[in-house]
């Protein structure tokens, strides 16, 4: 039996549907458990953020004067997204939570839907049976637990910025592409990198509404709040204590990385620029061999690494936007022939998804220095790295953009 006949036998086990029902039933009471009981539950501390900084700005408060009692993390996102976050002055704490985690859920379901969906039709497997096997799985990933546990937006943005590659994928409605992806960067800047993707990927139209849209959102907020949105793009957005300390193990980004390196000395802020030129570099070439060979998928999961690893600060939670990137790999194994290199990709395919699950860099929480740290407590910058210098291109071409 073939390495490809073998998955398939497995993806088809149970074979009637009331066994493939108990089974999803069981694994998603097994991963409910596990995150309701999880040591590294966050306790919805990022909502807590938001909710209390809303309700101080309503109260008339100073938007960005708010801190968390007894710490000093306050709201670090544009104004914008204080504006979308508004209607939880109309809740109590315990509904913004569940709304929290329901908005959440529906966006990794679309999420899933719009990446994995095209693999699964392909390889001719039941789609609600194995979306809800993906399910299971992408709820264990660790960026995806703690933006769940959290209460981040992380996954919302990340949707919003899929459906304009779905609106890119068909017909009539990629005129209104970019509208989603101008609103993920007015609410958040790191998403902005997208509009830069879909210049190098030749949809001018598609970033002119994306720009036009996030100018048109900020200005709304600077009309609505003008002294924070002095405040933030004068001061707060500059203020890098009010998210934490660069050298923080949770902070995977080539920053992050670099601040570990010098800790507890000041970054090199030439070693971090320079490796960010090599890094845009990097993705610019791939990106436009992924543009020329009609892989728009893994055009689209290259920005979402390259994201991560340009960002200032990108928090583990931060690193959903790997996600697509994690399905291209996947895809690109189930598509090569039999062989040493098909064996090679699905095990990466597999093996990365079981680290981002393993919470491993928080061994080195407290002490990230030597070969140990220097390896283990960047273990998930290592991953974003090797995801864009080595993300496989497909051949024959992608049928589908993301979401299609």
Not at 22 to 38: D, K, P, Q, S
Not at 89 to 103: E, I, K, N, Y
Not at 280 to 292: G, K, S
């Amino acid at each position: 039996m073939t390495q490809l006949e073998t998955t398939e036998t497995a993806w088809r086990r149970p074979t009637t549907t009331r066994g493939r029902m108990l089974l999803i039933a069981g694994l998603a009471c097994a991963v409910v458990l596990f995150l309701a009981t999880v040591p590294l539950h966050r306790d919805w501390f990022d909502l807590g953020v938001y909710y209390g900084t809303v309700h101080h700005w309503a109260d008339g408060g100073a938007l960005y004067d708010y801190l968390v009692p007894g710490t000093h993390y306050g709201f670090t996102y544009p104004p914008f997204a204080a504006v979308c976050m508004l209607p939880m002055t109309l809740v109590g704490w315990r509904s913004a939570v569940a709304f929290s985690v329901l908005l959440n859920a529906a966006a990794a379901a679309v999420i899933l839907r719009w990446t994995a969906g095209p693999l699964i039709r392909r390889e001719g497997w039941t789609p609600w049976y194995a979306l809800a096997l993906a399910g299971c799985a992408f709820a264990l990933l660790e960026p995806v637990r703690d933006t769940v546990s959290f209460g981040q937006v992380n996954l919302l943005l990340l949707a919003l910025v899929l459906a304009d590659a779905r609106l890119l994928a068909g017909g009539r409605a990629a005129l209104y592409a970019g509208i989603g992806t101008g609103l993920a960067a007015a609410i958040k800047l790191t998403p902005a990198v997208f509009i830069v993707h879909l210049l190098l990927t030749g949809r001018p139209r598609a970033a002119a509404t994306a720009m036009a849209v996030a100018l048109g959102a900020t200005g709304i907020a600077a009309w609505a709040a003008p002294d924070a949105s002095r405040v933030y793009w004068t001061e707060a957005l500059w203020d890098t204590d009010r998210v934490g300390a660069l050298a923080y193990v949770s902070n995977q980004s080539w920053q992050g990385l670099v601040a570990r390196l010098f800790a507890p000395h000041e970054p090199s802020r030439a070693l971090w620029a320079l490796g960010v030129v090599v890094l845009l570099a990097v993705w610019a070439v791939r990106v436009r061999q992924a543009n020329a060979a009609r892989d728009h998928a893994a055009a689209f999961a290259l920005t979402g690494v390259l994201a991560c690893l340009i960002s200032p600060v990108t928090w583990v939670h931060h690193l959903v936007w790997l996600s697509p990137a994690l399905v291209v790999l996947l895809d690109a194994g189930l598509r090569a022939p039999e062989g040493p290199a098909r064996r090679r990709l699905l095990a990466w395919a597999v093996a990365l998804p079981v680290v981002l699950c393993s919470s491993v860099v928080w061994l080195w929480s407290k002490d990230s220095t030597g070969l140990d740290g220097f390896l283990g407590g960047n273990i998930y910058v290592w991953i974003s790295l090797g995801l864009l210098f080595a993300l496989p291109l497909r051949t024959p071409p992608a049928a589908h953009a993301p979401g299609r």
